[in-house]
């Protein structure tokens, strides 16, 4: 982002631009590398799958997970309704779906669309920071439930779950545990080694790869999640998600983890910096400035503020030639209402 004509971006959560390094590696595999990563009889489909396992490689070193458990994707909507939907159909002996208020519309559809086919849903409230407790999920959960959902990081506040213990409490009641992690996978250390998550979701266009590429995690444990495909067809990716694979987009997502993986520790530290050297300096001239979602337990980049007395839209209006920044979640575009996540906070409208 040099053009200095251009406004200063402050929507990352929304989306990353491209690193460079990963346009680079990814153009390839649209021009001589172009073949179907199916076709491994000859050299261009061969070529197409070398690239693909490379990328199932890094995206697993990044996560901690093993290459097979991956099952890319075009997003994380995708994915979170695949985890949801797809587990939901393949194990029909339970019913119950929870999750929180403050989930990405991908996830809160998900599970209203199977509340009006036959499944009970509960909704966990979180507390002003914008977090679930794990007492409220001990004491929702039962021997029905099949998914405890809850995301590893919010779009809009940057609030951090409580991962390890909501997934710790679900493996107790014989439920699996999802998580949303298109926020967290980049910016925060994620190892399935150490927890009890079965199923994750991840975007790449929020972790500077490409937009229109994501995966599902299936964890290989016991007992074993069961999905069952919502896109039928030639049986890709151990036959959970048919459609030729997005070869470019797969490979940027493994050039993405790569880089990730190499920067993460500093890279942490340094937008942590910039965040509350940004706060402070807000503050020092917006004495009643607010900020949203918990003060430390939150993503290293995310702010999310209010003023009082000032309309957000009409803030956003007046900057729009100098700042990029906006009022709620990119799924929600067109839409004037308040936003779902603040509102749970407790905030009026």
Do not use: W
Not at 191 to 218: C, E, F, R, W
Not at 231 to 259: C, F, Q
């Amino acid at each position: 982002m040099n053009d200095l004509s251009l406004p200063i971006y402050l929507d990352y959560n929304a989306s990353t631009p491209t690193d460079p390094k990963v346009l680079e590696e990814m153009i390839p595999y649209f021009s001589s590398k172009f073949g179907n990563p199916s076709s491994i009889d000859h050299y261009f489909g061969s070529e197409a799958q070398k690239g693909v396992a490379l990328a199932r490689e890094r995206l697993a070193s990044l996560l901690g997970c093993n290459p097979s458990e991956i099952i890319f994707t075009s997003g994380a909507s995708e994915a979170d309704n695949l985890a949801i939907i797809g587990c939901a159909k393949a194990n029909p002996e339970k019913r119950k779906i929870i999750t929180s208020a403050i989930e990405h519309k991908a996830v809160l559809r998900s599970v209203e669309y199977l509340s009006k086919n036959g499944y009970e849903s509960t909704i966990l409230p979180v507390d002003t920071y914008g977090l679930v407790s794990p007492d409220d999920l001990r004491d929702a959960i039962d021997e029905n439930t099949l998914l405890v959902s809850i995301m590893m990081a919010n779009n809009e506040i940057g609030t951090i779950q409580p991962i390890v213990k909501l997934a710790t409490i679900a493996h107790e009641f014989g439920a699996f545990f999802h998580t949303d992690a298109a926020q967290g996978v980049g910016y925060l250390n994620v190892d399935l080694t150490q927890n009890d998550i079965d199923l994750l979701s991840l975007s790449g266009h929020k972790m500077y790869g490409p937009k229109g590429i994501g995966a599902l995690v299936i964890r290989r444990r016991s007992p074993r999640v069961k999905i069952e495909p919502l896109i039928y067809g030639g049986g890709h990716e151990r036959g959970i998600r048919s459609g030729t694979l997005n070869v470019p987009g797969i490979v940027g997502l493994g050039k993405a983890s790569e880089i990730s993986k190499t920067l993460l520790s500093t890279e942490k530290k340094r937008l942590e910096s910039l965040r509350n050297h940004f706060f402070s300096s807000l503050k020092s001239s917006l004495d009643e400035i607010i900020i949203n979602g918990h003060s430390k337990k939150r993503l290293p980049h995310n702010l999310n503020l209010c003023i009082p007395g000032v309309r957000n839209k009409a803030l956003q209006y007046s900057l729009r030639e100098e700042l990029a920044f906006s009022t709620g979640s990119a799924c929600e575009t067109g839409n004037v209402q308040s936003s779902h996540v603040l509102s749970a906070l407790g905030l009026d409208e």
